[in-house]
């Protein structure tokens, strides 16, 4: 699965956060392989397997993004597996100052986030929009 977030710069909201970031920014709960580990959770990347796939026996995966300084973060988009019909589902967002106590995000009353399909140059991408 690959993702990317969106911050607000000066009233715009559509700058991408995640590009630029190295791979050491990126943590998981697991990897399936070498090949899909964590620091290839970017939109439209090809490196590697073509995105992160946590191993099979893992039943409770996380994915974590360290941003090095807070961000407020307005939406995020996940595009399945590069050349594969891999894709997340649904998911859960949690934020943390520390790295150590986490606090799940709540959009209207539920934890779960709302996930919008559409489709942008021929690749299909899920995108859950926060509440600023």
Not at 38 to 49: F, V
Not at 96 to 120: A, V
């Amino acid at each position: 699965w690959v993702s990317n977030l969106f911050s607000c710069v000066s009233e715009k909201c559509d700058e991408p956060l995640i590009s630029a970031l190295p791979h050491s920014s990126f943590s998981s709960s697991s990897s399936m392989t070498s090949s899909y580990v964590p620091g290839y959770a970017k939109l439209n990347k090809r490196g590697g397997a073509g995105g992160w796939s946590p191993s099979d026996s893992d039943h409770y995966q996380w994915l974590q993004v360290d941003f090095g300084s807070r961000k407020q973060i307005s939406a995020i988009a996940t595009q399945g597996r590069y050349s594969s019909s891999d894709w997340v589902t649904q998911y859960r967002m949690l934020y943390s100052d520390t790295g150590r106590n986490w606090k799940p995000y709540h959009q209207d009353g539920n934890i779960w986030l709302t996930i919008f399909f559409h489709q942008q140059n021929g690749r299909y991408y899920l995108t859950s929009l926060f509440s600023l």
